[in-house]
């Protein structure tokens, strides 16, 4: 979706997967697809290299960063627990990519959408747990993927969200209900202390976050708002905010160039 003007530059960290015993670094082409048409940004993958950036340097260049969903989990000892089957599998690289970029984007009040496995991200970066496992917990519903070839079956509405009535989400979505779309079996346990909640599912679960203290957008959503985002008003809304705040950091970097220096 072209917004004409200035394009911020969305950074999205990728995963590492193994193809022909090699290791690649990959982004779902659904949310590259959903930065350059719902918030009219140019995005830039990151690979997981960890360690081995200047974080400060290569967040300073950005206008916006947006942690995506993955098939992989974030490790337990990351959040103090014990690995487990359960929980598998893991993507180490990942971790020790988005887990000190979180922290940095945070530091430079960079704009920041987190998605899905990119949410639980956020919980364990500012101190939470999660739980590896939610659909057995009692009186919990099953938010995993349905079993379907169809992804718009796999992504169709599954359960209402009720928002929080003075959370950004509620504003955005303009009522205090929306349906979502469910594919995680993951879930927040313990909630970060930085982090409030902006939803819930019908069982509870944690649908949705806002880090309290972040001097821009900084959301987390546990559901996939980029799925065919065209088509979703409230996945409009959500990314159409991620976008003003991107593209207004974007415009303050061209004002002022100290901005986009690492410090």
Request: proline content about 9%.
């Amino acid at each position: 979706m072209g917004t004409g003007g200035i394009i911020p530059l969305i950074g999205v960290p990728a995963d590492v997967k193994e193809i022909d015993n090699k290791p690649f670094h990959a982004v779902g082409d659904k949310y590259l697809r959903a930065v350059i048409q719902a918030t009219g940004g140019l995005p830039l993958v990151i690979p997981a290299f960890g360690a081995l950036y200047d974080l400060p340097a290569l967040v300073a260049r950005l206008d916006g960063v947006l942690l995506t969903g993955s098939p992989s989990n974030v490790h337990p000892n990351r959040y103090g627990k014990a690995p487990t089957p359960a929980a598998e599998p893991y993507d180490p690289e990942r971790d020790e990519t988005t887990l000190p970029l979180i922290h940095e984007t945070l530091s430079q009040a960079v704009p920041m959408l987190a998605i899905c496995r990119g949410m639980q991200e956020l919980n364990v970066a500012l101190g939470g747990t999660l739980d590896p496992r939610v659909h057995e917990q009692p009186n919990r519903m099953d938010h995993r993927q349905p079993k379907h070839d169809d992804p718009d079956v796999q992504y169709g509405p599954r359960h209402d969200l009720e928002l929080a009535a003075d959370g950004e989400l509620r504003k955005l979505a303009g009522q205090d209900q929306v349906a979502i779309n469910s594919l995680h079996w993951q879930a927040v346990d313990s909630l970060a202390p930085r982090l409030v909640v902006e939803g819930r599912a019908p069982d509870g679960t944690v649908e949705a976050v806002r880090v309290t203290d972040a001097k821009n957008f900084a959301l987390g959503v546990q559901w996939h708002p980029e799925y065919k985002v065209l088509e979703n008003s409230f996945s409009m809304a959500i990314f159409g905010a991620f976008g003003a705040a991107a593209r207004e950091r974007a415009e303050a970097r061209i004002r002022a160039p100290e901005l986009g220096q690492a410090v």
